[in-house]
């Protein structure tokens, strides 16, 4: 009996698009990725299909930012979280502030370790403590300590950032 490669796909496209959107900031990437990850599942049974489906995404998401480093591209955050989340389109004030928020947040996951920013968006796109744990090499009695950790830092950097701005 082999893996349902379709009921596997429906249960984790979602979340994979959203934890690539938020490695290389490009919403179409992030699709052209997630769609790679699946290419490369076939002819695979791995026996956590959603941890080495978010393992090989982290693997193209590092070679994407190799690439996108080397060509200097301006990327956006979250457009594919906003586009499943809202159905209507929010006024301008609306989108204006979500704008704002976007870009202080994409800022403070930036300059987080490599480390905080991955646990939290394998977090973020809704894997448990063994599958952050086994995409991570942390073990899982050290993810809880990590992701608290990680999210701090996020707020302090967030803050620090914010109050740098009002500063000005």
Known sequence: MGLDWATVYNDTYQDLVRFLHRQVWDSDRAQDLAQEVFARALGTEPDNPRAW???VAANLARDEARTATRRKKHLTLLKVETEVEKEAAPDLSEQYELSEQQQSLRKALDELSERDK???????AGLNYQEIAEQSGL??????TTLARARKRLVQVHD???ARSVAR
């Open 53 to 55: 489906l978010f393992t």
């Open 118 to 124: 991955e646990v939290l968006l394998l977090w973020g």
């Open 139 to 144: 073990s899982v009695r050290s993810v809880g």
């Open 160 to 162: 620090s950032l914010e």
